[in-house]
């Protein structure tokens, strides 16, 4: 896979009760290129989580389509979620290999258990896990399908912020062993600048692109705080509407 068009013309959701019928998406465009790790930045509310819902097939109930480039159909989507949702009954490890293809070998759970620091916690059940430690293995399995497009919805939310830092370090090193492309759904703007490409802003109510704007910070700096914060800085000055976004 080399792109992928997002083009959403309208997704409205029916009305409810007296309430009337409520406009998510409108108008919403852009591609996706191979490899690349793009941030969705927008308020909370705005239909992030909906949009990466039909990105994954999961609501197909929109005007639009997700078009694939010319060497293939549907792209395979791994999707990491708010909330880790880890069976209970079974260990880290069974966790992971019920989203195994057919034919995948054991090593493959072996060496991502190793990237994310979990080997030693792979017999255990989720409820002696963390919540950091709960989201890596969300984050395992879905790499662990060799996704195409990796769909993360906010996954570092509610972890303290040396366990969201560690944590988003772990998924670059991961990510960078397994390139694909990834879309990751956030509202913290810097945790934006410190993993993407590219970010793209989204505007609501209806949802739609209000700008995209590459970092061109070499990732080798992007653990420096301040290269980060000067960079938002200049950010917001030369975009004054995406302060409205945060």
């Given amino acids: 896979m080399t792109e992928v068009r997002i083009d959403i013309q309208d997704k409205t959701f029916p009305a409810a009760g007296d309430a009337r019928p409520h406009q998510a998406i409108a108008g919403l465009d852009f591609i996706l290129h191979s490899n690349e790790f793009v941030c969705l930045v927008g308020p909370s509310g705005c239909g992030k989580t909906t949009l990466l819902n039909i990105i ?9 389509k997700i078009t694939p480039d010319e060497q293939g159909g549907a792209p395979r989507i791994g999707y990491v979620f708010q909330n880790p949702r880890l069976l209970p009954w079974r260990t880290v490890r069974e966790n992971i290999a019920l989203a195994l293809p057919e034919g995948i070998p054991d090593s493959t759970i072996d060496s991502l258990l190793a990237a ?56 670059l090193r991961l990510w960078e062993q397994r390139p694909h492309s990834i879309l990751f759904v956030t509202h913290d703007l810097r945790e934006a600048i410190t993993l993407a490409d590219r970010l793209i802003f989204l505007n609501a109510p209806p949802m739609h692109v209000l700008s995209e704007i590459p970092v061109d910070i070499p990732r080798a700096d992007r653990d420096d705080e301040a290269a980060v914060e000067a960079f938002r800085q200049q950010l917001i000055a030369n975009h004054p509407k995406i302060k409205t976004l945060l």
């Fill in 56 to 64: 994954a097939g999961l609501d197909r109930d929109f005007r639009g």
């Fill in 116 to 171: 994310m620091n979990l080997s030693d916690m792979q017999h255990v059940y989720p409820e002696r896990l963390s919540l950091g430690m709960s989201r890596r293995v969300a984050i395992i399995r879905a790499f662990a399908v060799d996704p195409d497009i990796l769909l993360l919805d906010e996954p570092f939310v509610s972890l303290d912020p040396p366990t969201a830092r560690q944590v988003r370090s772990l998924l």
